[in-house]
């Protein structure tokens, strides 16, 4: 079931899917929440799963707030909407960040969390200055461009040569992720 949530004024649209206890499953950046849909499919049987698009993903506007603490806010608010008193919280990549900081703050609501991607330690400095170099390349030339040019780089050339429309796509960050998480499972 498709469901929005007004938070801030804007409508935050999120799945619920599945019956059982509820999962929250939060996508990392550049994605939306169509990145957990083979995991949904197996999963739903079992549990009720809340997958949302984060703010600035998706069908979600961005909000004032896009810190990883601001966007902890936005799946607390959901977790209230759901009438959820504490459950397991999955994130991947920065969606394993959002799901620290909704530790951090509200662990009450927590009953076990997983990282995909993701770390529960500070960054090196090597990586503080490459996303640096991201953000300045996102004010510079937009989101889409930036995704559209760091994508391939996350194949090794055996994927993308084997499916070349596939490692690149035109309609969106979105559909490109999609894509992405299709050749991560083909990976031997």
Known sequence: ????????SKAIYYR???????????????????????QADFLKDH??????DLPGSGQSPIIDDMSMEGLAEV????????????CPVIGHSMGGYITLALMEKYWNHVTAFGLF?????????????????SIEFIREHGARN???TSSPNLFQPGPKNKCPKESTS?????????????FCIMRP
Not at 170 to 179: A, E, L, V
């Open 170 to 182: 035109s309609s969106g960050p979105s559909t490109t992720f999609r894509r992405m998480h299709s």
């Open 16 to 38: 619920c899917i599945g019956s059982g206890e509820p999962v929250i499953l939060i996508h990392g950046f550049g994605e939306d929440g169509e990145v957990w849909k083979a």
């Open 1 to 8: 079931m498709n469901k929005t949530l007004t938070y801030q």
């Open 117 to 133: 991607h993701s770390s529960a330690f500070a960054d090196s400095d090597e990586k503080k200055a490459a996303r640096k170099k």
């Open 75 to 86: 799946i607390h608010a959901i977790i209230h909407e759901e009438g959820i008193e504490s």
């Open 47 to 52: 549990f009720r799963l809340i997958i949302p």
């Open 146 to 148: 930036f995704i559209e």
